[in-house]
């Protein structure tokens, strides 16, 4: 009664049992899968629970009609190409539904060739529809910068540890602060594997509506791979569904991302631990930028290329100055708020030089982030250190260089300017003149 694995598959709705079944039976034994609702409401309910390929409804029908389906598959991810039978008498409504939204339309009696012709076209149609889309996030993707950039040891450890999983299937957990890379590490993770030329689709958990979620993203990356970013968002519905989809066997592979404390939120029950222990077979941490501020030059170097091929025409590279302007700050919104930066810098810049004054004012104007900081933030050593090396940093910048006078605006003695420049790497190149004494 079921058709072979791997075929297309349709829900016929139709309140009259006989008409619903004859429908049915035509599209299995042409090697569909077949699933059935005796109107558009249970229809819905089936829809939120499981994806279809194409919808057969009759117009009319006392509970709910196919204006309702039509509703519900506008909502979706990706819309659900729907095809309406009409009665005598029915053919104007029909021409409404093709104005909200179905695919096309057939007259009863319903002649059985013409059933699956149309129903093949509206597969095709809804695979071509999701090719599309995939390509679309391609390009979208190719016009960002997307190297993992650095050779510190924590990003060398990163890239060792990519290199490791995508030579498996294993199910990868991406952990990490806001913008420290972890789509591009997902990326990296499947162009490397043996499903890099099979379909990569991005799902943005905390915005995925319940009903979407299975029938059309997943669906899209059967072959390939599915990335779950913001993972601890999902509702407990679709916890449960994706704890049901890492089981069944499915051919794809699931990479979650995330920059919560997934652990803590399985020990306050927001969480299915059983769905933690899955998703976590191969965890990934992405370091944030303050602790591999060695990067940063490089980092720089690499999003100034590309902003230059999104700008033509852009300034020269950052002064000396202007990166230890950028050394000293702490990135709070790590790579993603660099790259923002620069990007701005750029902008403003035109084809005058990236000074430090310039990198000044935008970070100053940068607004604080959203929650506490972290905790390693809260050291109070590292912060006054940085505070410190800022500040000698703007005295020697208003002065133009000049020692003495940069000793006077800080209101330290001149003997003493050597100690803080010392301390903090400050170059001599960066200060002139020679201290009395």
């Known amino acids: 009664m079921t058709a072979a694995p791997g075929g297309p598959s349709v829900l016929v709705v139709d309140d009259e049992p006989f008409v619903r079944d004859s429908i049915a039976e035509v599209l299995r034994a042409d090697g569909w899968k077949t699933h059935a609702a005796a109107g558009a409401r249970e229809a819905v309910a089936f829809l939120e629970s499981q994806g279809v390929d194409v919808i057969v409804t009759d117009l ?41 939204g179905a695919f096309d339309f057939l007259q009863k009696p319903v002649d059985p060739e013409e059933l699956l012709l149309l129903a093949r076209r509206a597969a095709e149609h809804r695979r071509l529809l999701a090719e599309v889309r995939a390509l679309r996030e391609t390009v979208r993707g190719l016009r960002a910068p997307r190297a993992l950039v650095g ?14 999983v995508a030579r498996t299937d294993a199910t ?18 499947h162009r490397r594997s043996a499903r890099g030329a099979r379909p990569l689709v991005r799902v943005h958990c905390a915005g995925s509506p319940e009903g979407a979620f299975e029938r059309d993203r997943v669906a899209e990356a059967e072959g390939g791979t599915l990335v779950l970013d913001e993972v601890g968002a999902l509702t407990p519905t679709l916890q449960t569904r994706l704890l049901h989809l890492l089981e069944s066997g499915r051919d794809l592979r699931v990479i979650a991302i995330t920059n919560e404390d997934l652990a803590a939120r399985v020990k306050s029950g927001e969480f299915r631990a059983d769905l933690y222990w899955r998703l976590d077979v191969f965890p990934i941490e992405m370091p944030p930028l303050r602790e591999h501020r060695e990067d940063l030059p490089e980092i720089v170097r690499h999003f100034l290329d590309w902003a230059g091929r999104e700008h033509p025409g852009a300034g020269p590279r950052p002064t000396q100055e202007a990166l230890e302007v950028l050394g000293t700050y702490g990135w709070p919104g790590n790579v993603r708020e660099l790259r923002n930066v620069l990007e701005r810098a750029v902008i403003l810049a035109g084809d005058r030089e990236l000074d430090a004054d310039l990198f000044r004012s935008i970070l100053e104007s940068a607004p604080a982030p959203a929650g506490a900081p972290p905790e390693r933030e809260l050291h109070l050593r590292k912060n006054l250190d940085a505070a410190e090396k800022e500040i000698v940093l703007r005295a020697l910048a208003r002065t133009q260089g000049r020692k003495k006078e940069a000793s006077i605006l800080l209101g330290i003695d001149p003997r003493n300017l050597g100690y803080y420049l010392r301390k903090h790497g400050i170059g001599e190149g960066r200060a002139r003149g020679d201290i009395e004494g």
């Open 60 to 100: 009319r029908m006392p509970e709910g009609d196919a204006f309702l389906l039509l509703d519900h598959a506008r909502k979706g991810a990706v819309e659900i190409p729907i095809v309406v039978i009409t009665g005598v008498g029915t053919v104007a409504e029909a021409v409404r539904a093709m104005k909200a």
């Open 151 to 164: 050779k510190s040891a924590s990003m060398e450890r990163v890239r060792a540890l990519i290199a490791q």
């Open 172 to 189: 990868v957990l991406v952990r990490g602060e806001s913008g420290t890379g972890k789509e591009l590490a997902a990326g990296e993770i």
